[in-house]
């Protein structure tokens, strides 16, 4: 989409140097753009210029890739592992991994659960965090993740707050959708909680976010227009045209962009009843410590 190819049809210029321009304008520090698969870790990380880094995985939903791989699984998981070492300095997770039980028709659950855990196994190797999706699967995500936490934790040296309760993270769920009750779950077992446009769009949504620590927030973008029409409240953002009706000034209708993570704080700091700059802080601050970014330098 960012090429203006939307289902193999061009309808505009390419202006990915505006998106990133708008994103750098709205006071985005920097990006993590995710890679669901091996033959996308390439294109991922040479996307990944200065303060964009990448993550390197294979999504559920792809799991059947994995194991038709030439080699297999164990071949697929080493190519993973070649890819991270030509991109070390872009890469800062294994993922998007994990379960996804809502589209089934993609990848069967035992394939899934087998890729999963081989990229648990890759994360410790490699000393990287985790980039977890969780869809209608949280029980058997948590059966298969928690045994591993204490060794990936030391292969992250991750050091252990003062307060018990908080011990240090692998990873983040991405786009939360589940209850509150597992959102409470994973924040116990030390994860960080990913909102975005997707985690906002019932009441029971916007009960679980507030119920989220701000200490455990992560902010991700995604267009909210779903959200606005279950939550009239959620504030209308800026207008969006047409792929076809496209202006290098605007952003593009249906099509996610970075800057838009500010529509999804605003919300959020709403539903926490803090102020933007705080809510931005902890997310700012959360991300870094668990990707450990290396802004600036990259």
């Known amino acids: 989409m960012f090429r203006g190819v939307y289902h193999e049809k061009t309808k505009h210029l390419p202006d990915l140097e505006q998106v990133l321009a708008r994103a ?8 993590i753009v995710t890679a669901g698969s091996l033959s996308e870790v390439d294109e991922a990380a040479a996307i990944s210029g200065r303060n964009l880094f990448c993550t390197a995985g294979c999504h559920p939903t792809r799991a059947v890739e994995l194991e038709s791989y030439p080699g297999g699984a164990a071949a697929y998981v080493e190519a993973l592992a070649e890819r991270v070492a030509a991109h070390k300095h872009k890469v800062v997770a294994i993922g998007e991994c994990g379960l996804d039980y809502d589209r089934l028709h993609f990848a069967p659950a035992e394939a899934q659960k087998r890729a999963f855990d081989a990229q648990l196994e890759l994360a410790e190797r490699l000393r990287l ?3 977890l999706h969780s869809r209608a699967a949280h029980s058997d995500l948590v059966s298969i993740l928690a045994p591993r936490l204490a060794a990936l934790r030391r292969a992250l040296a991750a050091e252990e707050p003062a307060d018990e309760h908080s011990p240090g993270s692998v990873g983040v769920v991405h786009s939360f959708t589940g209850t509150k009750e597992e959102a409470e779950e994973l924040v116990r077992l030390g994860l960080f909680i990913g909102i975005n446009g997707c985690s906002l769009k019932t009441e029971e949504n916007l009960q679980v976010v507030r119920s989220i620590p701000l200490t455990r927030i992560m902010l991700e973008t995604a267009v909210l227009a779903a959200a606005r029409e279950a939550n009239p409240d959620i504030p209308p953002g800026p207008d ?7 202006r290098a000034d605007a952003l593009v209708k249906g099509r996610n962009e970075p800057s838009a993570i500010v529509d999804v704080a605003l919300v959020v700091a709403q539903l926490k009843g803090v102020s933007l700059a705080e809510l931005a802080e902890h997310a700012f601050n959360n991300t870094q410590r668990l990707f450990a970014l290396d ?3 990259n």
């Open 240 to 246: 969006r045209v047409k792929p076809e009706k496209w």
């Open 24 to 31: 750098e304008a709205a006071g985005v520090a920097a990006q």
């Open 295 to 297: 802004l600036y330098n």
């Open 129 to 131: 965090p985790l980039f």
